[in-house]
Every structure is written in structure tokens, then in C-alpha cells.
Nanobody
Framework: SVQLVESGGDSVQAGGSLRLSCAVSGYTYKKLCMGWFRQGAGKEREYVAHVYNGGGPSAYHDSVKGRFTISQDNAKNTLYLQMNSLKTEDTGMYYC???????????????????WGQGTQVTVSS
């Protein structure tokens, strides 16, 4: 089965940058839909971005467009989330999710996936 381990979370000031990583193991890194979600204290888990390593454009939640970039390194079996111009509302636990060989790669299919990491905490202070 797929194992996901996130890292890179930290405490930063507003306007700063962070890069999150999600290491993937237990699966041949082919045709994998992957993405990032986040959950602030007392809030529901929120979609951030996703990408399909089988091709096609990445997609983002409107709140992070132009500030966050999702990317992947297939050679390293790693998914990244580059976060720039961070805001206090970006604070939360960030989770990596994966859906192996999906018929459709979307935020909806990822949200219902069985494969999630343990999360990495991002705290943005003003």
C-alpha cells in the first residue's frame, strides 16, 4: 500500500515562504494522483492543490492561486508544495493525499482516498 510522509512544516512570519515535502513509498510511482489538504484549528479539512503524474495541469484552491506551487520529482518519489507570500490564514496542519491509478484525478477523488500522511504543521504569525 502507499505510505506518505510529510515534512517541512514550520513557524514563519506573514509574507514568508516554506516548502513542504511528501515522500511516497510502497508504490511504483506511476499514474498517481496526489495533492495537499490543510486543516486549521476548529475547521474542516480544506483542499489546497493537486497534480497527476500521468500528465495534465495542476490545480489549486482559489485562496492559494499565485502563491503556492505544487510539483513532483518522480526520480525521488516526492511531492512538493512551495508556499510563498504566506498569510496568517494559511496556518494549519498540511496533509498529503494520494490516489493510485485513478479513473479521474480531482480534489474529490483525493478527499475520499484511503492514503493520507500524518501531516506537518504550518504556523504563520503576523
Amino acid at each position: 500500500s502507499v505510505q506518505l510522509v510529510e515534512s517541512g512544516g514550520d513557524s514563519v512570519q506573514a509574507g514568508g515562504s516554506l516548502r513542504l515535502s511528501c515522500a511516497v513509498s510502497g508504490y511504483t510511482y506511476k499514474k498517481l494522483c496526489m495533492g495537499w489538504f490543510r486543516q486549521g484549528a476548529g475547521k474542516e479539512r480544506e483542499y489546497v492543490a493537486h497534480v497527476y503524474n500521468g500528465g495534465g495541469p495542476s490545480a489549486y484552491h482559489d485562496s492559494v492561486k499565485g502563491r503556492f506551487t505544487i510539483s513532483q520529482d518522480n526520480a525521488k518519489n516526492t511531492l512538493y508544495l512551495q508556499m510563498n507570500s504566506l498569510k496568517t490564514e494559511d496556518t494549519g496542519m498540511y496533509y498529503c493525499a494520494a490516489d493510485p491509478a485513478p479513473a479521474v484525478c480531482s480534489s474529490r477523488t483525493l478527499r475520499s482516498s484511503a492514503y493520507w500522511g500524518q501531516g506537518t504543521q504550518v504556523t504563520v504569525s503576523s
